[in-house]
């Protein structure tokens, strides 16, 4: 039987509350598909400052690395609004990111069939269905490029640096690749390659990688043409891939037309085994405590992580028939609708178990 070794970092705001949801649902998929987890708790962000002075100890990531996969919650909160940049909680996100090399990014956006009237997006530009694949690069580019301050003609002023070699784009692009090789076999490269030379290193790369794949039809947008034919006919896009920065915003413009934050997973991987995986939206601090946050992104990232790290695709396939059917009825907050029942937090995470 195989036994898991899981790193929880539950993180801040409605990290915790979320999490523990998911680690239910995975215990219960593991008695049913005949394997076992076993739990080991580490810090990262807010937490991780009040207890230890920084957002990402030594510590969390010795045992994010002698671990088979990562769960987050998620981080930050107005609570830390005044750490300087690199001790910020989302420094935090951004050292674990590197530290474990998680150079890919896999953000679906995929419509439940009953939540399709939550899109903001009309019916019939949605289509029957919406299953977008967002491949964006996480570890390099302008968030990981030489910033800093400086002085122009005498006014203060800041700069930061978007930069791609080769081999970062290289690999980024194969994932993509192989990603819509078994899909629907269309990948588009977004970049500004009118304007950015590290955007034209980008498309030549692709361009180049593109002839590994003979069979994946390929083409380039440019990130504003993209983000606008995103909601003019989202249903052209089969994978995207991308840059950081652009991947960061695009991700969260096609989650909204999936119709709630509250529900997209990701999954961030390496060359290895290893992956990271947490719903997309934030700590939402506003609503943390209060039994009312959604905790299907991050049950749909155990799912995700089932998939990709642990080679668990059955039970991967089951957690999201279950999340699909229990939306039939039920529904958290920020998805009601009226006619279905409303329920909290852990009622959401009991559900889902009882229909697995
Ligand atoms: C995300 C978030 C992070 C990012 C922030 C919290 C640093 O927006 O994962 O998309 O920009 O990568
Ligand atoms: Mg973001």
Same mark, same amino acid.
């Given at each position: 039987?195989?036994?898991?070794?899981?790193?929880?970092?539950?993180?801040?705001?409605?990290?915790?509350?979320?999490?523990?949801?998911?680690?239910?649902?995975?215990?219960?998929?593991?008695?049913?598909?005949?394997?076992?987890?076993?739990?080991?708790? @580490?810090?990262?962000?807010? +937490?991780?400052?009040? @207890?230890?002075?920084?957002?990402?100890?030594?510590?969390? $990531?010795?045992? +994010?690395?002698?671990?088979?996969? $990562?769960?987050?919650?998620?981080?930050?909160?107005?609570?830390?609004?005044?750490?300087?940049?690199?001790?910020?909680?989302?420094?935090?996100?951004?050292?674990?990111?590197?530290?474990?090399?998680?150079?890919?990014?896999?953000?679906? *956006?995929?419509?439940?069939?009953?939540?399709?009237?939550?899109?903001?997006?009309?019916?019939?530009?949605?289509?029957?269905?919406?299953?977008?694949?967002?491949?964006?690069?996480?570890?390099?580019?302008?968030?990981?490029?030489?910033?800093?301050?400086?002085?122009?003609?005498?006014?203060?002023?800041?700069?930061?640096?978007?930069?791609?070699?080769?081999?970062?784009?290289?690999?980024?692009?194969?994932?993509?690749?192989?990603? @819509?090789?078994?899909?629907?076999?269309? &990948?588009?490269?977004?970049?500004?390659?009118?304007?950015?030379? *590290?955007?034209?290193?980008?498309?030549?790369?692709?361009?180049?990688?593109?002839?590994?794949?003979?069979?994946?039809?390929?083409?380039?947008?440019?990130?504003?043409?993209?983000?606008?034919?995103?909601?003019?006919?989202?249903?052209?896009?089969?994978?995207?891939?991308?840059?950081?920065?652009?991947?960061?915003?695009?991700?969260?413009?096609?989650?909204?037309?999936?119709?709630?934050?509250?529900? &997209?997973?990701?999954?961030?991987?390496?060359?290895?085994?290893?992956?990271?995986?947490?719903?997309?939206?934030?700590?939402?601090?506003?609503?943390?405590?209060?039994?009312?946050?959604?905790?299907?992104?991050?049950?749909?990232?155990?799912?995700?992580?089932?998939?990709?790290?642990?080679?668990?695709?059955?039970?991967?396939?089951?957690?999201?028939?279950?999340?699909?059917?229990? &939306?039939?009825?039920?529904?958290?907050?920020?998805?009601?609708?009226?006619?279905?029942?409303?329920?909290?937090?852990?009622?959401?995470?009991?559900?889902? +178990?009882?229909?697995?």
């Amino acid at each position: 039987m195989a036994d898991y070794k899981i790193t929880l970092l539950k993180g801040d705001g409605i990290g915790p509350e979320i999490v523990n949801q998911a680690v239910k649902v995975l215990d219960k998929a593991s008695e049913k598909f005949n394997f076992s987890v076993e739990y080991v708790e @580490a810090l990262l962000g807010g +937490c991780a400052i009040d @207890a230890t002075g920084v957002p990402l100890p030594d510590e969390t $990531v010795e045992k +994010c690395k002698a671990s088979d996969s $990562v769960l987050l919650g998620a981080v930050g909160g107005p609570k830390w609004d005044n750490q300087p940049g690199n001790n910020r909680p989302e420094a935090g996100l951004l050292g674990i990111r590197g530290a474990l090399g998680l150079f890919a990014n896999l953000r679906p *956006s995929v419509i439940f069939g009953p939540l399709k009237s939550a899109s903001p997006i009309k019916d019939e530009i949605i289509g029957g269905n919406l299953d977008i694949m967002i491949v964006r690069e996480l570890t390099g580019g302008i968030y990981f490029g030489k910033k800093g301050r400086t002085e122009v003609n005498g006014s203060p002023a800041a700069w930061d640096t978007e930069m791609y070699s080769v081999p970062e784009v290289e690999r980024i692009a194969r994932v993509a690749f192989d990603l @819509a090789m078994k899909r629907n076999k269309k &990948l588009t490269s977004v970049d500004k390659a009118n304007v950015l030379e *590290s955007s034209r290193l980008w498309r030549e790369t692709v361009n180049r990688i593109s002839k590994e794949y003979p069979e994946v039809e390929l083409n380039h947008l440019y990130v504003d043409n993209a983000a606008m034919q995103l909601v003019r006919n989202p249903r052209q896009f089969d994978v995207i891939v991308t840059s950081n920065i652009f991947g960061d915003i695009l991700s969260d413009e096609a989650s909204m037309i999936a119709g709630s934050i509250g529900m &997209l997973a990701s999954a961030s991987l390496s060359d290895g085994k290893l992956g990271l995986y947490e719903p997309i939206h934030g700590s939402a601090p506003d609503i943390a405590g209060q039994g009312i946050a959604n905790p299907l992104a991050t049950i749909l990232s155990v799912a995700m992580m089932l998939r990709y790290s642990l080679n668990q695709p059955d039970a991967a396939d089951a957690i999201e028939t279950a999340v699909a059917k229990v &939306l039939e009825t039920h529904r958290t907050p920020d998805i009601y609708e009226e006619g279905f029942t409303k329920v909290s937090t852990d009622e959401m995470g009991d559900l889902v +178990c009882q229909a697995l």
